[in-house]
Each structure stands twice: as C-alpha cells, then as structure tokens.
C-alpha cells in the first residue's frame, strides 16, 4: 500500500481483526456482485469503499424512477444507465482504487464457468429463485463461497454456503429447486426501503470477512430479519446428504 491508501483504510488497518494484512488481501480480491438493485447497491459500495481489488458487477436491468426509493448507488441524472453502469461510476465517486467491471447482461452458466476461476466470492443479489439455483449451482462447481441475501416487503433473510466447508449446506439444501417456492418480487409485493440497506450491508460484510481471511460465522445459519420489529433469529442450516447440486461434492 502506498501512503495514500494507508491514510483511506486506516479505520480498517487499526482493527485487530484486519490490520495491514487483512487490508492487503482486500486489495488483492475479486469479488462478483450479482444484481445491482436494491441489495447489489450497498454491497457494491460497501466493498468499493473498502478495497476489495476488483469487482464484477453483473445486471441486465436500467434504473428507472421506482428503483431510486431505494437503490442507493443511483442517482437522478443516470436514469436510464444500465445500473451495472451506474454502480461502477458510483464506487469511482468514492474510490477510484478498485477495478470494477460492469457486465449489462443476465447471468448464465457460460458467464458464471467463464468468471468464477477468478473469483474469491460470489454476493447474490438478484431477485429470483432462476437466477440463484443458477448462481449457486455454479459456486458449488467452482467451490466459491457464497453471500446469499433476499428482502421482501418487511422481511429479510442472509446466508453464507461456503462449499470449501465440508460441513456447510449450499443454497439448494435449504431451497431446493423442486419444492416449488412462491416466487415474490418487490414489484407486486412491496418492499421497505431500509430493509434492503440492512440485508445489503450485512451481505457486503461477510464478503468482506471472507475476503480478508476474518471468516464468517454464518456460514450453514440463515438469519432471518423481523424488519417490522427490528428482530433477528439466526436457524442452523445442516448439509442435505441427498441434495441434487452439492451430494457430490468432496467432503
């Protein structure tokens, strides 16, 4: 680091948990974001202002005025922009250090095979079960592990599946693809706007604790969040010896 980063990640070089070296490995990261809405938004600013090297931010959408009640990373003057856009010129706004690449397209396998061998963590924040069954199918593949959050009207959820962990569960262990989830969206359903901050900046810190070697300990809980009340329970997610996508997997 040289002196000018030293003085930006101070606050992060005094903990004892980083230190220079925790920071060293942030800057040496690669991160992909998955969705850059409501829940891509602070994640994506969250791991630019704090290092992390490189990120790849994937998302085919563009912002529109519904999406500025809470997606923080857009702004008025870039209606229109791919959002993939606009969160690389929102984390520039704030740190130039990192590498962001914005890919304005939907994730599929052939993007995630191509990507994931360089990726040191996967942060989902799309919005539907496709596009998650898809993403963690690929991270258990890869053995990449994996920041799952999701907010809907007053309620969110937050889960790390690590498949370098041969007692963590992947994402199909606790929803598997056949068991015929009601798909919701904040379109139709509603969504409380600091609710997505909260899932979103918890998903960012994670990244970042696995990033800097610190560790996370939600790796096999999911937490649930009562945004109504402000409550927190935290379930313990046990691997599925039977599951479709990671029975196989070494461990």
Known sequence: MDDQ?????SRHILLNELGIEGQEKLLASHALVIGAGGLGSPVALYLGSAGVGRITVVDHDAVDATNLQRQIAHN??????????????AIAAINPDPQVTALVQRADDSLLDQLLPEIDVVIDCCDNFVTR????????????????????????????????????????C???????????????MGVFAPLVGIVGTMQAAEALKILSGLGSRLTGQLLMIDGRDLAFNTIALPRQPHCAVCAQRAG
């Open 5 to 9: 980063q030293l003085l930006r990640y």
């Open 76 to 89: 008025l003057e870039r209606l229109g922009t791919p959002k993939a856009e606009s969160v690389r010129h």
């Open 133 to 172: 069954h898809m993403v963690n199918r690929a991270c258990v593949r890869h053995g990449v592990p994996l920041v799952s959050g999701a907010a809907i009207r007053m309620d969110g959820q937050l889960a790390v599946y690590d498949p370098r962990d041969a007692a963590s569960p992947c994402y199909a």
């Open 174 to 188: 606790v929803f598997p693809e056949d068991a015929g989830v009601e798909e919701t969206r904040c379109a139709t």
